[in-house]
């Protein structure tokens, strides 16, 4: 079963010996433990369910010392048995346990009454009544009460049954998301090598599959998986694993890390979140205060930010904040963390991740706030427009949005079909990449603006170079997007594409009246010399221009149609261009090749014009050429 039980109370309230009753299994595995007779590591086993079904159990330790070590091992429970000893009642870190099941988000919870065998009826009730006062406003106020004796064995098959019914209503559907298993404990097992165990949250894992070490970035293989002790073909969230790893050492890996299948990055170092102060914190958490991060297994010290200038938070109140880690955590959305004060000596609170890489925020303006309520409650649609919003750029690949909102692909499909305020941008890497409307229609008339300036500034020019009009442009984005947008853009009408040129349509070349002479005495020295024009190295001389001169005045001739550049050094009148094509065309008609040197002989010029003719003739899709000889094209 994808199930996984917990424990909670305080120390020496019968967690352990309750677990064993249940399952036959001591966790109390180290011989530190078991002299001093405490539990000061977490402590694993399983709960046979009907049908041959197994649910995995892990036993937190109850002392206060060991706090970081429950909150490694409560994260993922699904059902949780808070212990509570009849002749202790509620205890400090019963109160404490209880506030890190609740902040976690632990929907199942069951009181377990334990020693009863050492206190009279009075005693267990006034218990029950401490129990009440403990629950009192939170979801568990009406959370089921077992008495029973872990040694004796009174009431431990009526928690058993109960465990049952309630792990029955418990539905995890494979999980089709990037597998995530935060490490609770790491060992080697001889002859196999290096095991890790944890909760998986999300996704599955096969063997040899290629991991991820989070946040390290190192990756491994599966040699194998176990469930509960024995080896699985697949394992799946919601299930206890345990990992054999190829590749790794012992201390490679360490409780606090994340084993994940990469699809998006989980690293963060600041996340934006919903953060509840708890009564425990007997204060207001103020705005930039050191804090303890519990991230799964990870404890990371930080700060804590208030949002949109709220400079403090008192208990029993939530607000917005920003989790400022002082190392690399690993975090996706709708994971619940808990914050304690720096010391590690009260739980302060915690909450719910909503934007995993958020960004350092600006100064306050109230305009984060309806963001991050969109992202907390809003539908699909309104979630992507708010990410869309706190993301930098032009617009974010599916799989990002998928891997920071907790969206399928098919959510994300689904909400640019029926969204006019999302648009998918044409061209893009592997990852379809999403923007909002009105960022992309704004960079389009950036665009725009940017060419109708350039032609203001340039009117000499035919237009804007493409890679320069992409480097002037914010946001930045890569070179295929860019051309893919400037297809879309084409396609409007909104710009013109000639080469690696763009250009207003319409738009037309200009220039002053001393500049149309020269232009005009070019044309002429051109259009003289017929089918052997001068280089432009001959007319530079021959005009007395230098070369930026003369550069510009046969691209603006070429741009209105009158010259025709063949080679980087020759340029042809367009009618002799057009006759010699024709003359051409003609001739491989009637003969169907020619030789360099024929067609030398058919326009009556030297190899110096013939050859690069010819290349601007294959180019231009009027002939082929095959060895040595041209055909017609098609």
Not at 171 to 199: A, C, N, W, Y
Not at 295 to 310: F, M, P, Q, S, Y
Not at 387 to 393: H, I, S
Not at 526 to 544: F, I, N
Request: include cysteine.
């Amino acid at each position: 079963m994808k199930a996984v039980i917990g424990t909670a109370g305080h120390i020496d309230h019968g967690k352990s010996a309750l677990v064993r009753a249940l399952s036959g299994i001591d966790t109390d595995r180290l011989p530190e433990e078991r002299a001093r007779g405490i539990s000061i590591e977490l402590g694993f086993a399983h709960l046979d369910l009907p049908g041959g079904e197994r649910a995995g159990i892990v036993d937190v330790p109850g002392h206060e010392r060991f706090i970081r070590h429950m909150l490694a091992g409560a994260h993922g429970f699904d059902l949780v048995i808070l212990v509570v000893a009849a002749d202790d009642g509620v205890m400090p870190q019963t109160e404490e346990h209880f506030e890190i099941v609740h902040l976690l988000g632990v929907k199942r919870v069951v009181f377990a009454i334990t020693k009863i065998d050492v206190a009279d009826a009075a005693r267990v009730a006034e218990v029950r009544d401490e129990i009440e006062i403990l629950c009192a406003g939170t979801p568990s106020e009406q959370a089921p009460v077992v008495e029973l004796s872990a040694i004796g064995g009174q009431g431990v098959e009526e928690l058993r049954e109960l465990l049952i019914s309630m792990l029955a209503g418990l539905s995890h559907e494979q999980d089709s998301r990037p597998l995530r298993i935060p490490v609770d404990r790491v060992f080697v097992m001889k002859g196999h090598g290096t095991v890790v165990t944890g909760t998986a949250l999300t996704g599955s894992v096969a063997p040899g599959d290629e991991v991820e070490i989070l946040p390290r970035g190192e990756r491994v293989r599966v040699r194998d998986v176990q469930v509960h002790g024995a080896s699985v073909e697949r394992a799946w969230a919601g299930q206890r694993v345990a990992l054999n790893l190829g590749g790794i050492a012992k201390d490679g890996i360490a409780r606090g890390d994340t084993v994940a299948v990469a699809q998006g990055d989980l690293r963060t170092e600041r996340f934006n979140a919903r953060v509840e102060i708890r009564p425990l914190a007997g204060r207001a958490v103020r705005s930039h205060e050191r804090v303890r991060v519990y991230l799964a297994t990870r404890e990371i010290l930080g700060r804590i930010v208030w949002l949109d200038d709220v400079s403090e938070v008192a208990p029993r109140s939530s607000a917005y904040a920003q989790i400022v880690l002082n190392e690399t955590g690993v975090a996706g959305p709708g994971d619940r963390f808990v914050i304690r004060d720096e010391t590690a000596s009260r739980t302060l609170g915690g909450g719910s991740v909503l934007v995993s890489r958020a960004r350092k925020p600006r100064r306050p303006d109230g305009r984060l706030t309806p963001l991050l309520e969109a992202l907390e409650s809003g539908d699909a649609v309104s979630q992507i427009h708010a990410f869309l919003k706190l993301a930098p750029g032009l617009g974010l690949p599916a799989s990002e949005i998928s891997s920071g909102l907790g969206l399928a692909g098919e959510d994300i499909a689904a909400a640019l079909a029926h969204s006019e305020g999302l648009c998918a941008l044409p061209g893009g890497s592997k990852a379809l990449l999403v923007s909002l409307s009105t960022r992309y229609e704004a960079y389009m008339d950036a665009m725009v603006s940017a060419v109708a300036d350039f032609h203001r500034r340039h009117p000499e020019q035919a237009g804007m170079d493409l890679e320069a009009l992409r480097n002037s442009l914010e946001p930045p984005v890569d070179g295929k997007l860019f051309r893919g947008i400037i297809d879309d853009v084409e396609a409007r009408s909104r710009l013109r594409r000639r080469g690696s040129t763009l250009m207003i349509p319409g738009h037309e070349v200009s220039m002053k009246s001393e500049d149309e002479s020269e232009a005009e005495r070019l044309y002429e020295v051109v259009s003289k010399a017929g089918s052997m024009p001068p280089t432009l190295k001959q007319l530079e001389e021959d005009l007395g221009l230098d070369s930026r001169r003369v550069a510009l005045l046969t691209q603006v001739l070429s741009e209105r149609g009158r010259l025709v550049k063949v080679s980087t050094e020759l340029f042809f009148t367009a009618e002799v261009v057009s006759a010699m094509e024709r003359t051409l065309r003609g001739f491989l008609a009637e003969r169907g090749e020619i030789s360099a040197a024929e067609f030398r002989d058919l326009i009556t010029a030297s190899r110096k014009y013939c050859i690069p003719l010819l290349d601007y003739f294959d180019r231009g899709g009027v002939t082929v050429r095959v060895g040595d000889v041209r055909k017609l094209r098609g």
